[in-house]
C-alpha cells in the first residue's frame, strides 16, 4: 500500500505540474491561439494585402450575413456535413459488427475496411474522380449499363454533392471503423451468449444491445466526424468539382480559401473564419448535450 502511494504522489508541488505542460501550453498558445487572436483582429479590417488595411468595424460581418453566396455556402456545407456522418457512421456500424461477427479472416476484413483512410484526402478525390467520372469512370460505367441512369455529376450540380459526398464517406470510413471495432470487442461475451440463447436476431442484437453498450463511442465519433465535415473535405472538393458546377458543392472552406487566397479579400476571409468557428463551437456544445442524454456510460 505505502508503495502504491508513493508511486502515486509523483509531484511534491504545483510548479513541477506547471513546469511539464509548459512546453504543450507554449505550441498551443503559439499555433493556435495567437493566429486565432490575430484572425479575430484581421476580421475587423479591409485588407487587400498581408501588412496594410483599413479598420472596417463589424462590415465585414454585416457583409457576410446579407451575401446570398454565403448563405449558399452554408446552407451546401450543412447538407452535406449531415449526409456524410449520418452515412459514414451507419456503414461503419454495419461493418464493424459484421467485421466482429465473422469467424474467420477479421484482420484480413478489417485491413480492407480501413486502408482507404490511410490515403491522403488528395490520392482519394484523384481515385474517386477516376472511378465515377462520368466519360471513363468504371463504376459510372456500371450504374448505366445496369440501370440507363447517366451519372453525369460533372455538369449536374446535385449530383456533384452526390459524388463529394460519396468520395468523402468511402475515405473516413476507416476511422470509425478503427473505434467501432475496439468498442464491439469489449462487449463481454456472455451478454452476445445470453442474446443467442434468447433467439435475438443479429441485427436486433446490434441495434438493441450493442449501440447502447457502445453509445459512449458513437458520441464521440458523431462530434469528432461532424468537426471533420465542417472543417475538412477541401481537398476532395479542390481536386474533383472546384465549388461547382453553379456553387452546388462550395462549401464554407473552400468559400474561405476562395475569398483569401484568389480574391485576396483577407479582411472578409477572417470574418467567415470567426464565423465558421462559432457556428461548429455552439453545434458541437448542443450536440454534445443532446447525444450525452443517450450515452450508457455503465453503473446504476
Same mark, same amino acid.
Request: aromatic share 16%; net charge neutral; hydrophobic share 55%.
Given at each position: 500500500?505505502?508503495e502504491q502511494?508513493?508511486?502515486?504522489?509523483?509531484?511534491?508541488?504545483?510548479?513541477q505540474a506547471?513546469?511539464l505542460?509548459?512546453?504543450?501550453?507554449?505550441l498551443?498558445s503559439?499555433?493556435?491561439?495567437?493566429p486565432?487572436?490575430e484572425?479575430?483582429?484581421l476580421?475587423?479590417?479591409q485588407?487587400?494585402?498581408?501588412?496594410?488595411?483599413e479598420?472596417v468595424?463589424?462590415?465585414?460581418?454585416?457583409q457576410?450575413f446579407?451575401?446570398?453566396?454565403y448563405r449558399?455556402?452554408?446552407i451546401v456545407t450543412?447538407?452535406?456535413?449531415?449526409?456524410?456522418?449520418t452515412?459514414?457512421?451507419f456503414?461503419?456500424l454495419?461493418?464493424s459488427?459484421?467485421?466482429?461477427?465473422a469467424?474467420?479472416?477479421?484482420?484480413l476484413y478489417?485491413v480492407?475496411? /480501413?486502408? &482507404?483512410?490511410?490515403?491522403? #484526402?488528395? @490520392?482519394a478525390?484523384i481515385?474517386l474522380d =477516376?472511378l465515377?467520372n462520368?466519360?471513363?469512370?468504371v463504376?459510372?460505367w456500371a450504374?448505366?449499363?445496369?440501370t440507363?441512369?447517366?451519372f453525369?455529376w460533372q455538369t449536374n450540380?446535385?449530383l456533384a454533392?452526390?459524388?463529394?459526398?460519396?468520395?468523402?464517406?468511402w475515405?473516413?470510413?476507416?476511422y470509425?471503423i478503427?473505434?467501432?471495432t475496439?468498442?464491439?470487442?469489449?462487449v463481454?461475451d456472455s451478454?452476445?451468449?445470453?442474446?443467442k440463447l434468447?433467439?435475438i436476431?443479429r441485427?436486433q442484437?446490434?441495434f438493441?444491445?450493442?449501440v447502447?453498450? /457502445?453509445? &459512449?463511442?458513437?458520441?464521440? #465519433?458523431i @462530434?469528432i466526424?461532424t468537426i471533420?465535415? =465542417?472543417?475538412g473535405?477541401?481537398a476532395l472538393?479542390?481536386?474533383?468539382?472546384?465549388g461547382?458546377?453553379?456553387n452546388?458543392?462550395?462549401?464554407?472552406?473552400?468559400?474561405l480559401?476562395?475569398?483569401?487566397f484568389?480574391n485576396?479579400r483577407?479582411g472578409y476571409?477572417?470574418a467567415?473564419?470567426v464565423?465558421?468557428?462559432?457556428?461548429?463551437a455552439v453545434?458541437m456544445y448542443v450536440?454534445?448535450r443532446?447525444t450525452?442524454r443517450y450515452a450508457y456510460?455503465?453503473?446504476a
Amino acid at each position: 500500500m505505502a508503495e502504491q502511494h508513493s508511486r502515486l504522489q509523483v509531484f511534491t508541488s504545483n510548479w513541477q505540474a506547471a513546469a511539464l505542460l509548459l512546453p504543450t501550453l507554449a505550441l498551443i498558445s503559439v499555433f493556435l491561439y495567437y493566429p486565432f487572436l490575430e484572425t479575430v483582429q484581421l476580421s475587423f479590417y479591409q485588407l487587400r494585402v498581408l501588412g496594410s488595411g483599413e479598420w472596417v468595424g463589424l462590415q465585414n460581418y454585416v457583409q457576410l450575413f446579407e451575401s446570398g453566396a454565403y448563405r449558399n455556402s452554408l446552407i451546401v456545407t450543412i447538407l452535406f456535413t449531415a449526409a456524410t456522418v449520418t452515412a459514414s457512421l451507419f456503414l461503419s456500424l454495419i461493418i464493424s459488427f459484421l467485421i466482429h461477427e465473422a469467424n474467420r479472416f477479421t484482420d484480413l476484413y478489417l485491413v480492407a475496411a /480501413i486502408w &482507404p483512410y490511410a490515403m491522403p #484526402l488528395a @490520392v482519394a478525390g484523384i481515385v474517386l474522380d =477516376f472511378l465515377i467520372n462520368p466519360r471513363i469512370g468504371v463504376v459510372t460505367w456500371a450504374i448505366e449499363a445496369l440501370t440507363g441512369f447517366q451519372f453525369a455529376w460533372q455538369t449536374n450540380g446535385a449530383l456533384a454533392l452526390v459524388a463529394v459526398i460519396i468520395a468523402a464517406v468511402w475515405q473516413g470510413l476507416g476511422y470509425s471503423i478503427i473505434f467501432m471495432t475496439a468498442a464491439f470487442n469489449q462487449v463481454p461475451d456472455s451478454i452476445t451468449d445470453a442474446a443467442k440463447l434468447d433467439g435475438i436476431g443479429r441485427f436486433q442484437r446490434l441495434f438493441r444491445i450493442y449501440v447502447p453498450l /457502445i453509445s &459512449p463511442v458513437l458520441v464521440f #465519433l458523431i @462530434v469528432i466526424q461532424t468537426i471533420g465535415a =465542417f472543417f475538412g473535405g477541401f481537398a476532395l472538393i479542390d481536386l474533383m468539382t472546384s465549388g461547382g458546377p453553379s456553387n452546388a458543392t462550395n462549401v464554407l472552406m473552400f468559400n474561405l480559401y476562395q475569398d483569401a487566397f484568389v480574391n485576396q479579400r483577407f479582411g472578409y476571409a477572417s470574418a467567415q473564419s470567426v464565423v465558421l468557428f462559432g457556428f461548429v463551437a455552439v453545434l458541437m456544445y448542443v450536440q454534445l448535450r443532446v447525444t450525452d442524454r443517450y450515452a450508457y456510460y455503465g453503473g446504476a
